[in-house]
DNA sequence: CGAAATTTTGAACCGTTTCAACGGACGTGG
DNA sequence: CCACGTCCGTTGAAACGGTTCAAAATTTCG
C-alpha cells in the first residue's frame, strides 16, 4: 500500500516472478528497462530470506539500501518517542521500500512473516537511474500512486470510526488477495491484532470487538484468528463509507 | 507540506520569484530545465488569480491541469460521501498540485485566502516531461519527499493527542516562515479553526480550547485569531513529542 | 502436554465530540 | 455613524466512542 513503489497493479506484473532466484527483474518496472539495463541491476543486487519481525531499515539509520519485496509482507512503521507506534503501510511482493527515504530512513521496516527481499546498495542504483531516465518516469508514476494511497489513509485516520476503518482495511486486504472482493471470498490476515491496531490508529481491543461486531452482523466470518472471509460485499462496501459509497 | 511537490526547501528558492507575471520558471525544479525548456513551459502556463474559496480542482473530476502555487495557500482535501472532510494538506507559494493525480483528482483543492497560480495544461505537461529527463528526476525527488510528510501526518492523525497535533502543527507553520521557530516569533495562521481542525482530525471545539491551553500554559500568545508567537519553543517541541523529542 | 503469546471479553474511565449558548469582528444598510 | 445580521471563535455541560485495566479463552509452539 505504500510506503514506496508497489508492481502489484501493473500490467506487466508476470515480471514480478519471471525472476527466479532474486527479483531484480522485477525492478525494471513495466518494461522501463531493456536487457542491459536488467542485468546491470542484477549486478548490484542481493537475495536476502528474513525471519518474522527481522528488521530492513531502522527508524534514523543512514538509507544504504533500497528493498524489493519478493514474498512476505512487511510492515513500515513510524515511532513516537514514548513507544506509541504508527504503521504507515504494508508491503506485499512486488512493492519496493526506501525509494522516499533521504539521506536516513524516516521509518522502520520490520518483516510481518517471513519474507525474502532483493536488496540493492543505494549508491548503485542512483548512478542507475542517472544512466536509464526511462526508469525515473516508471517510479515517479509509482510514488505519486503512493501519495495517493498515504491521502486516502490520512482520510481513515483522521475521520473514519473504527467501524468503517476495518471496513476500509478488510477491503484493502480483500482486494489484494486473487479474485478481488467477492461474496465467499477468503484471505488470510497475516498481520497480528497489534498490527492491524498500528495501522488504523486503534488498540488491539478495539480491533478486536470491532471485527467481532462485523461478524456478529453477518458482513464477515473469521474462520481463523489470522483470516477472514466476506460474506456481504456490498454492506462492507457501504460500511467502508470510501470511494463509491 | 503534500499533496505533491514543494520548491519551499529547495537551494535555489530564489527562481521561484524569478518570474514575474507568472511561475512558470518556478517548474523548473532546482535547475532541472534549460532555457529552453523553460521558454517551452511558458508556452504552455497561464496565471490564475482566484478569490478565497475558489475551486482549482475537485475530487472526482478528470485531472487536466497542474498547478504551481504563485502566492496565498490552497487547502487539499477529501470528502466522505456524509460531508466528513479530511484535509490533507496545505499548499503554499512554491508548491505544486496535481503530480500526484491519475486519470481524475483523488482529491479537492480549494483557495483558503486570495491565491495566484500557474496552471499548465497536463497534456502539455506530459509532453514536456518525456523530452526533458532531467525534469522527472527532480520531481521524483519531490514526490518522496512528500510521501514523507504524508507518513508523518499519519503518525499524529494515528496517535498523537489533540495537545500533541497542535504543537506538531504550530511548529510546522512556524518553521515554513521566516527565522523558522524562535522564541517571539510571530507567524499568521491563514486558515481558520475548522480548516485546522479539518486537518488535524479534530473538531473546531477541540482546537480552539488546546490552542487556549497552550496559551495559558505560556508555550504560545496568540495576538490575533489568525496569528501565534512562540513563545517557548523548546516546551512546543516537547509537547509535538516528534523527531528529535 | 504445558508454557507463553495472542485474542477475546468485561467494566470503568477519559479525551474528544456533540450540542448549546455567548462574544466579538466585520460588513451592509439605514 | 451606529444598528443589525452574519460569520467565526470561544466557552460550558453532557454524552459517547474508544481506551485502559483486568482477566478469561484460545492458539501456538517447544
Known amino acids: 500500500m505504500l510506503a514506496q513503489l508497489s508492481l502489484r497493479d501493473c500490467p506487466h506484473v508476470e515480471s514480478v516472478s519471471a525472476c527466479g532466484q532474486c527479483s531484480a527483474r522485477a525492478i525494471s518496472v513495466c518494461g522501463a528497462l531493456n536487457e ?6 542484477a549486478a ?11 528488521t530492513l531499515a531502522y527508524e534514523g539509520d543512514p538509507a544504504d539500501h533500497l528493498f524489493n519485496i519478493t514474498s512476505g509482507v512487511v510492515r513500515v512503521s513510524k515511532l513516537l518517542p514514548d513507544g506509541r507506534r504508527q504503521i504507515v503501510g ?3 511482493a512486488g512493492d519496493f521500500l526506501g525509494m ?21 546498495k543505494r549508491s548503485a542504483y542512483r ?9 525515473e518516469a516508471a517510479l515517479l508514476d509509482r510514488a505519486s500512486h503512493d501519495l495517493q494511497a498515504a491521502q486516502e489513509h490520512m482520510l481513515l485516520l483522521g475521520r473514519k470510526s473504527a467501524s468503517e476503518r476495518l471496513a476500509s482495511f478488510l477491503l484493502d486486504v480483500a482486494a489484494r488477495g486473487e479474485g478481488g ?5 477468503e484471505f488470510s490476515l497475516p498481520m497480528s491484532r497489534s498490527e492491524i491496531g498500528d495501522y488504523l ?29 466476506v460474506e456481504d460485499p456490498e454492506r462492507l462496501r457501504r460500511l467502508a463509507g470510501g470511494r463509491e459509497a
Do not use: H, Q
Open 181 to 185: 472482493v467477492r461474496k465467499g471470498g
Open 201 to 229: 490508529g486503534l488498540t488491539i481491543e478495539t480491533v478486536s470487538r470491532t471485527l467481532t461486531k462485523l461478524k456478529s452482523a453477518g458482513v464477515i466470518t473469521l474462520p481463523t484468528a489470522r483470516s477472514a472471509r
Open 36 to 41: 542491459a539495463g536488467l542485468d546491470r541491476l
Open 100 to 120: 522516499a527515504a533521504g539521506e536516513v530512513y524516516p521509518f522502520s521496516a520490520e518483516a510481518v512473516e517471513p519474507v525474502t527481499v532483493c536488496r540493492f
Open 127 to 135: 548512478t542507475l537511474l542517472a544512466e536509464v531516465p526511462s526508469l
Open 44 to 54: 548490484i543486487a542481493e537475495t536476502l530470506t528474513l525471519p518474522a519481525d527481522a
Open 90 to 92: 504494508f508491503l506485499f
